[in-house]
């Protein structure tokens, strides 16, 4: 035998081979892809048209026009704090008078939970056919609960 040869041992590799993982990877990439506009269609519902514009900011109080449970509207000026209006066109006339001496003035609106959607929008768009450039809606905070 030879003395002076001397057999190498070779260490074994400690790689993963990444390739199979990558395609499952994109294979699953595929049917989220597929998949996610199926699953976000939502539930159809009926809307009523209105068109409406986001409240701007302003440092001014802005009037309120609210609507309670029972279906009743009232208006806050800010110096006299609600007083009920029995029609919904007389409180239009109210808030144009209003906004004739104060343009720049925001309008909001507060409406009760319980009060059906239709008469929130109903009273949106009479405002804005007033002459409100924007109507906003007043929520209440979730800390305030």
Same mark, same amino acid.
């Given at each position: &035998? &030879?003395?002076? /040869?001397? +057999?190498?041992? +070779? +260490? %074994?590799?400690? $790689?993963?081979?990444?390739?199979?993982?990558?395609?499952? &990877?994109? !294979?699953? @990439?595929?049917?989220?892809? !597929? #998949?996610?506009?199926?699953? #976000?269609?939502? !539930?159809?519902?009926?809307?009523?048209?209105?068109?409406? $514009?986001?409240? %701007?900011?302003? *440092?001014?109080? %802005?009037?309120?026009? *609210?609507?309670?449970? $029972?279906?009743?509207?009232?208006?806050?000026?800010?110096? #006299?704090?609600? /007083?009920?209006?029995?029609? @919904?066109?007389? @409180?239009?006339?109210?808030?144009?008078?209003?906004?004739?001496?104060?343009?720049? +003035?925001?309008?909001? !609106?507060?409406?009760?939970?319980?009060?059906?959607? $239709?008469? =929130?929008?109903? @009273?949106?768009? #009479?405002?804005?056919?007033?002459? =409100?450039?924007?109507?906003?809606? &007043?929520?209440?905070?979730?800390?305030?609960?």
């Amino acid at each position: &035998m &030879m003395q002076g /040869y001397q +057999r190498k041992r +070779r +260490r %074994p590799v400690a $790689e993963i081979n990444v390739v199979p993982y990558i395609d499952v &990877m994109l !294979v699953l @990439l595929i049917i989220f892809m !597929v #998949t996610a506009p199926i699953v #976000t269609q939502g !539930v159809k519902v009926d809307l009523p048209t209105a068109s409406a $514009e986001p409240l %701007p900011s302003d *440092s001014k109080p %802005p009037v309120i026009a *609210s609507i309670d449970a $029972e279906g009743n509207y009232y208006l806050d000026v800010g110096s #006299t704090s609600n /007083y009920q209006i029995l029609e @919904l066109d007389k @409180l239009a006339e109210e808030v144009a008078a209003i906004l004739l001496i104060d343009p720049e +003035r925001p309008v909001v !609106v507060k409406g009760d939970r319980s009060i059906p959607y $239709e008469k =929130v929008i109903q @009273l949106m768009t #009479t405002l804005q056919g007033a002459g =409100v450039p924007s109507v906003g809606l &007043m929520t209440d905070s979730p800390k305030e609960k």
